[in-house]
């Protein structure tokens, strides 16, 4: 395991958190918008999963922020705590209620740290994580094909197949396509160029290139690109296509961007339910993660997952007071950071401290960034993630993995990233399940006079095998000597 100083990767961390701040801001607007959230509860979770979860963290390279997975149970639950009897809807009831719940899920995250609940993990089948990274990186592509076309929508993060909108991921590729921006697209290729060029051998053999990474090219390029493009006739940006964050302004004041928690069903089995279901669910979600990031790591770190969950769960418990969204380690940030050379976790606090500095200093210089920059960064993440290589290599390896990996890309893409994982993971029992079933003992067909006929028991033996084993004794003549070998059965 390779250990790291804080400032000892400085020259790449600075860069990759610079990179993973670009990508996350859009994304925690994105997940708020989808989870029925005030927009700035996103940045909040931002902040907050980059500073405080990023110090107490135990990865070197695992980025949190808003938690795109519970988005659906985020947004049910605001609309369900604030609405009254009479059916009429209150954000400025429901959200500080719901935060109240952020906060009760943080305690019961560290609660199951110290329970040690983080080997839950560990229990998921390489196959399916690997699927799980293949379908994320395909998601990314996905997603951000219609940004990169120009086509006028906000991105949601990944808020599953179906939209708001009524469309699904692929019919929105379809809505891009009869919607393109020649600027945007301009964007793109050329950022997409710059990214493929700075990865070639013979730029990483100069020096300079190794400080200044693509990516930070690319949002130069963007921000010129915005401030000469509406020179050019024909060539112009819609105003949703662009980076959007809030400011204290708009806001009324900086004070007015933060929210408490509303402690007044404190009591209410419906709230500690609510919870519960978070703490589990961003657990959940974490560990996932958190194995899959450290697939990713090039200097193959293992993640401490106990100590995780209690960063997560200090992480929530400072979110909720403050107005913010439930947190969980994020594979699409963590990827952007690993891919663009994030070595220690100061990237990750980098990235809070420059959504902080962002927000209230720099707002409209980060407004000047078009979606199609940041558009082509996760495009080239993306394709990293689900290289047709790494297809090769799963069909190489048999039908068993190649299948598990295969329902998990295609489960994770056409529903969610939890609902496919659980698909994948219950294929895997599946197939243990019919192995044992299939195969609870070997024996010599052939019968020699005189000797024994000989069954080996496998290793687990369970009442699923009964019916076999009962045939198999049918089928041996009567008055045969019958030899049942259980030295090798654990069960």
Not at 300 to 318: F, S
């Given at each position: ?149 120009g086509h006028d929508v906000i991105a949601e993060g990944f808020d599953g197949f179906w ?5 699904n991921t692929f019919t929105e590729l379809w809505v891009a396509f009869g919607d393109i ?311």
């Amino acid at each position: 395991m390779s250990v790291y100083s804080p400032f000892s990767s400085i020259n790449k961390d600075l860069p990759a958190g610079l990179v993973v701040f670009l990508v996350a801001v859009p994304l925690c607007l994105g997940i708020a918008l989808a989870s029925g959230a005030p927009l700035f509860s996103g940045i909040i979770a931002g902040m907050v999963g980059g500073i405080v979860v990023g110090a107490l963290s135990g990865s070197n390279i695992g980025v949190s922020g808003p938690a795109a997975g519970l988005a659906v149970i985020v947004a049910d639950a605001i609309r369900q705590l604030g609405t009254n009897e009479a059916g009429d809807f209150s954000m400025e009831i429901g959200f500080p209620i719901f935060l109240s719940a952020v906060v009760l899920a943080g305690f019961m995250q560290i609660a199951l740290g110290f329970a040690r609940a983080g080997i839950v993990g560990y229990f998921f089948p390489n196959a399916v994580i690997k699927g799980m990274l293949s379908a994320i990186g395909l998601i990314i592509i996905l997603k951000q094909i219609p940004h990169a076309l120009g086509h006028d929508v906000i991105a949601e993060g990944f808020d599953g197949f179906w939209q708001k909108d009524g469309e699904n991921t692929f019919t929105e590729l379809w809505v891009a396509f009869g919607d393109i921006n020649p600027a945007a697209v301009l964007i793109t290729a050329v950022s997409l160029a710059i990214l493929i060029i700075w990865e070639r051998p013979f730029m990483k053999r100069i020096k300079i290139f190794e400080i200044i990474q693509g990516p930070l090219v690319v949002v130069a390029l963007g921000i010129l690109a915005y401030n000469i493009i509406p020179g050019i006739e024909g060539l112009s940006f819609a105003p949703d296509e662009m980076v959007a964050i809030p400011t204290a302004e708009e806001e009324g004041g900086i004070l007015n961007l933060f929210t408490t928690p509303n402690w007044s069903l404190i009591g209410s089995r419906q709230l500690w339910i609510l919870a519960f279901t978070i703490a589990v669910v961003a657990s959940l979600e974490t560990l996932l993660c958190v194995e899959a990031t450290d697939k990713l790591d090039p200097d193959k770190n293992v993640t401490p997952t106990n100590r995780e969950l209690l960063a997560q769960g200090a992480g929530n418990i400072v979110s909720g007071f403050i107005g913010g969204l439930p947190l969980t380690q994020v594979i699409v940030r963590s990827s952007a950071n690993i891919q663009s050379s994030g070595r220690t976790k100061l990237s990750s606090i980098i990235h809070g401290l420059l959504i902080v500095i962002s927000v209230f200093l720099l707002p409209d210089v980060l407004n000047m960034i078009p979606l199609s920059s940041l558009a082509a960064i996760l495009l080239i993440v993306g394709y990293k993630l689900a290289k047709p290589s790494l297809f090769k290599e799963m069909y190489k390896r048999g039908g068993s993995q190649f299948v598990k990996f295969i329902v998990t890309v295609l489960a994770i893409i056409f529903t969610d990233l939890l609902v496919g994982i659980s698909i994948g993971l219950g294929l895997g029992i599946l197939m243990i399940l019919h192995r044992n079933f299939s195969i609870p003992f070997s024996f010599s067909e052939k019968i020699e006079p005189g000797k024994p006929i000989e069954i080996m028991l496998s290793e687990n033996v369970t009442f699923l095998n009964k019916a076999n084993i009962m045939e198999a004794l049918k089928a041996i003549p009567a008055n045969s000597e019958v030899v049942i070998d259980a030295t090798q059965s654990h069960y």
